[in-house]
Nanobody, 123 residues
């Protein structure tokens, strides 16, 4: 059993920054891949960034630059920092995890999900 809980979302103005966290608990030892997704109303859930089993990071190509993912393995916490937010970043942000030798960028590849944290950016 794996439990993921996101936090850190909120309402910010354009140009602001946020730091999202995901706390993992339960059977986390074999969670080799963790990542962040987001979903806007009426849109598909899209991948943002991932921490690979070897600790390296990968980003969906449109997300490089303003998004920074990191993982504190000692605390089982995944972090996503977002800079220079725009209204287009408004979405529910989700933490996801899977047991595999590599990460994938599509949501269907992840069996474990948090409940999400809402990010709203006003102009």
């Amino acid at each position: 059993q794996v439990h993921l809980v996101e936090s850190g979302g909120g309402s910010v103005q354009t140009g602001g920054s946020l730091r999202l966290s995901c706390a993992a608990s339960g059977d986390t030892v074999s969670l080799s891949c963790m990542g962040w997704f987001r979903q806007s109303p009426g849109e598909q859930r899209e991948g943002i960034a991932f921490v690979e089993p070897d600790g390296s990071t990968s980003y969906a190509s449109p997300r490089k630059g303003r998004f920074t993912i990191s993982k504190d393995s000692s605390k089982n916490t995944l972090v996503l920092e977002i800079d220079n937010l725009t209204p287009e970043d408004t979405a529910m942000y989700y933490c996801a995890a899977r047991r595999a030798t590599y990460c994938v960028q599509w949501a269907g590849g992840y069996p474990f999900w948090g409940q999400g944290t809402q990010v709203t950016v006003s102009s």
